[in-house]
């Protein structure tokens, strides 16, 4: 059987892959292989510059068949790492209670966890499988992905930008920002392992009496989980990082990051100690500035026009609802853009709506004024939920 595989693997990888990319995803997916090749060997330089890959003659490949073994593991290898990003996107985006999962990673560094997502070494759920999703489905999550990667690793630079110019839908726009804001989340949940995050119970996690606040309680907000990557007492130096800061990045690092073990103090650590030099090496200069799709991406004309074609029909149903505010980043949260249906989401409640009003989120602050301290320090108040230690004291004052 093994024998059989190998001799026809080039065969049975096209065909999988035919699957998922169409002619441009396929295009996108080189070019991200491309630059990932290029960028590897030659460190700190700008290699689309130095040496150029003649993008605007056709000079891409129009199908699998004209793509070599090498490449063609190559492209294996990257639609696997968006597959299990888009199952751990959907397995948070469907979860009962959000928050919770957000917290969560993707396993990656042990086989037998592998279909779980994990905090701090614990299985916490079962990651979704994407083969329960449409083809269409799936075919959106892997376009998007491709767009915000390839975006990701261009420099903001006019012979760049051209590789990126494209006139994209609302809908595509709506998806891009979503991935823009799984991404934060995702860098958030990998700082939160190194920090006394508290992991919401299964059961209590959506009580106000017992479990985080609003909006934390509808929201994850990656740039609330900080880790301080450098410090020095004498000269006052403190730089304190959050997930939010990392998004630039995109996905170079995270499967690396991933595979951090994180259930001992030891991979904790390490992975610490990756993320400053991360830092060190490609954020430094950056100053920090966050990943802006709008300006780092020529995806749209001038004048701002966008093709008016469809394909989603959950965007159909949501979009008028959309605003720019909280409602907006949970319905990213909730991969909206995404879907041919609601079928994968779980039941919602009247406290508990899938996809909430502005109405109803406007209401929300006022159920919680005379819990502990909120009225006078609300971003403590909610800080102290996040945090394990309080949790602890909280059930040491019970016992």
């Known amino acids: 059987m093994l024998e059989q595989y190998l001799n026809h693997r080039t065969y049975i990888l096209r065909k999988l892959l035919e699957i998922d990319f169409d002619r441009e995803m396929l295009q996108d997916a080189v070019r991200i292989t491309t630059l990932q090749t290029r960028q590897g060997i030659l460190q700190g330089v700008n290699t689309t510059r130095e040496y150029p890959w003649d993008w605007s003659e056709s000079r891409l490949p129009d199908s699998l068949k004209d793509v070599n073994e090498p490449l063609l593991s190559q492209l294996s290898k990257l639609h696997s790492q968006l597959l299990v990003l888009t199952e751990d996107y959907v397995t948070k985006a469907t979860a009962k209670f959000p928050p919770r999962e957000y917290l969560c990673l993707p396993q990656l560094h042990r086989l037998l966890d592998e279909g779980h997502l994990m905090f701090k070494g614990v299985k916490v759920t079962p990651r979704f499988d994407s083969t329960y999703l449409t083809s269409s489905e799936r075919r959106r999550f892997i376009k998007v992905f491709l767009i ?53 119970d299964a059961r209590t996690g959506p009580s106000l009496e017992s479990g985080l606040l609003f909006p934390d ?74 990943w802006d799709w709008w300006h780092n991406m020529n995806l749209r004309n001038s004048d701002r026009r966008f093709r008016e074609d469809y394909e989603s029909p959950m965007y159909r149903i949501l979009s008028l609802e959309r605003n720019r505010g909280l409602q907006c980043s949970i319905y990213q949260q909730r991969a909206w853009p995404f879907f041919d249906d609601d079928r994968l989401y779980h039941q919602e409640t009247r406290t508990r709506p899938i996809f909430p009003s502005k109405r109803f989120l406007l209401r929300q602050p006022n159920k919680q004024v005379f819990i502990g301290n909120w009225f006078n320090d609300p971003s403590r108040e909610r800080a102290l939920r996040r945090s394990q230690r309080w949790h602890d004291e909280q059930n040491k004052t019970h016992d």
């Open 148 to 200: 915000y990667e390839l975006s990701c690793r261009i420099k903001n630079e006019p012979h760049d930008l051209e590789i990126l110019s494209r006139t994209v839908t609302k809908e595509e726009e709506a998806a891009i920002e979503c991935v823009n804001t799984y991404t934060c989340s995702l860098y958030g949940a990998i700082i939160a392992q190194c920090t006394d995050t508290w992991l919401p």
């Open 217 to 290: 309680n509808f929201y994850f907000d990656g740039s609330l989980y900080t880790i301080v990557l450098s410090s020095s007492e004498n000269k006052l130096i403190v730089k304190v990082k959050s997930g939010v800061d990392f998004a630039s990045l995109g996905l170079k690092h995270l499967t690396n990051l991933l595979q951090y073990d994180v259930s001992s103090c030891v991979g904790i650590e390490a992975l610490k100690n990756k993320l400053k030099h991360v830092w060190d090496l490609e954020l430094r200069q950056e100053c920090g500035r966050r």
